[in-house]
């Protein structure tokens, strides 16, 4: 560690330096510090696995400064750990190309976990720091070579490892906690503060725990934490009356997408502060940047071709939408047929029993039931026959399972399609609103 970190100090290289929780000239001290508590708090052995991590990324001869590469991978190195590790940012001038040397600690400074890479991490990284790059009007490499036999995957397709949420962190303390069998409530209390949550009580009993990092407490209810996490639910579990709660799995995010930019104008007109300005300025940076990288990855810098894009994904939507209503519309019809067939069957010799007895009033009444179940199905078999002759019921299961398989591949590919569609159909709405054109033609309204 120490001699990669002095490679990153180096004076002879070193054009700016910058760092987050941590010291650069004491970053290996601090960063086995962390690691250290990490080991006393969680048991778990520190030299497992790597030490820290280190981003390497470059520019251009004479596009930035120094101080602006270093700003950028700042920048890039925030937004990668989400401001949960230490890590110190050198920017380097040896070269004919400025270069960035990123060095973060594999174990958050709250010691709640590790970073471990994950499958296509390096393309997540590099989408991150072209992101960025875009943001600040810098170049991106356009078609970047792919490494080894491998290949890189779909921005979808990657699923990294997600750190737990407040609640999800307040959750498994509560279980730890409990594992340690306390005697009482308050001694339960007692663990949770040990294991570093500041226990607040409020107005009418009212408990609630703070995370260490964390800006605003939880509290220690079922409707807030799910079922088995209520004072009395721990309470219970604590006297022997119940089982320690399960931990219940956190739903994964939902993939990024481009968003529509904001009017700022129109929502200024309705009386929003300046805050909310500076916000929204940003906010539609970041989607223009969005919106870029989105028209590079897919070689769409031609308006013509954008808008042909957009149409032919907004088109397999539907046609896809088409394809699964009838699919569903079949396999309904064969269940429907299917069931009337059977109750049909069932109900047949109740009819046959009914002519037998020359339309008997009495039989009638013994089973009024049965004799309208039956014409209820055998209209429903003519009418979703139409003429057409019954199939054996070992034909309609096999069609139904079919339908039934289709349906499933149908929608799947159903999903991707509509969430194509909103990306384009944004991508391609923000582009209209930057060029001022609605439906093909300029909007002299947004010339001012």
């Not at 070579?145 to 490892?161: A, P, V």
């Amino acid at each position: 560690m120490e001699e990669r970190f002095d490679y990153g100090l180096n004076p002879k290289k070193l054009g700016a330096l910058s760092s987050y929780l941590c010291d650069p000239a004491t970053a290996p001290a601090e960063f086995l510090l962390v690691k250290i508590q990490y080991q006393a708090e969680t048991g778990r052995v520190v030299e497992r696995g790597a030490l820290f991590f280190q981003i390497r990324q470059a520019f251009p001869p004479g596009e930035v400064t120094a101080e602006e590469a270093n700003q950028i991978g700042y920048e890039t190195a925030m937004r990668w750990t989400k401001g949960k590790y230490q890590f110190f940012v050198c920017t380097h001038t040896d070269k004919g190309h400025l270069h960035n040397h990123i060095y973060f600690n594999s174990t958050a400074f709250d010691r709640s976990r590790k970073f471990h890479n994950f499958i296509g991490s390096s393309f997540a990284l590099r989408r991150l720091s072209d992101r960025v790059c875009i943001e600040h009007d810098l170049s991106v490499i356009q078609n970047p070579k792919q490494h080894s036999k491998g290949r890189y995957l779909h921005y979808g397709q990657w699923i990294g490892e997600k750190p737990p949420s407040a609640k999800q962190r307040v959750r498994l303390a509560i279980v730890e906690s409990l594992q340690k069998q306390p005697a009482d409530f308050p001694a339960f209390l007692r663990l949770m503060e040990e294991s570093g949550f500041a226990v607040k009580h409020g107005r009418g009993g009212v408990i609630s725990l703070l995370a260490p990092g964390q800006d605003k407490p939880t509290r220690l209810r079922a409707s807030t934490l799910g079922d088995g996490f209520d004072p009395e639910d721990i309470r219970a579990v604590i006297a022997g009356e119940r089982p320690i709660p399960e931990l219940p799995q956190e739903a994964p995010a939902p993939a990024r997408r481009v968003n529509l930019i904001i009017d700022i104008q129109e929502r200024m007109a309705q009386d929003k502060g300046p805050a909310y300005e500076r916000w929204a300025k940003v906010y539609n940076l970041k989607q223009m940047a969005a919106a870029l990288q989105y028209l590079r990855e897919n070689n769409l810098m031609d308006y013509e071709a954008l808008a042909a894009s957009t149409e032919k994904v907004v088109e397999r939507f539907h046609t896809l939408s088409e394809e699964l209503r009838q699919t569903e519309a079949e396999l309904e019809k064969t269940s429907g047929l299917m069931a009337a067939t059977v109750d049909y069957a069932k109900t047949r010799p109740v009819f046959d029993g009914y002519k037998a007895a020359r339309y008997s009033k009495k039989y009638l009444s013994e089973h009024e039931a049965e004799l309208a179940a039956y014409r209820a199905a055998r209209a429903t078999m003519n009418e979703l026959l139409d003429g057409a002759k019954l199939p054996k019921m070992a034909d309609m299961k096999k069609s139904r399972q079919e339908l039934a398989g289709k349906k499933k591949a149908l929608y799947a590919e159903y999903r991707k399609a509509q969430a194509d569609m909103r990306q384009a159909v944004a991508v391609k709405a923000n582009i209209d609103h930057l060029l001022g054109v609605t439906d093909g033609r300029e909007n002299k309204a947004q010339e001012r």
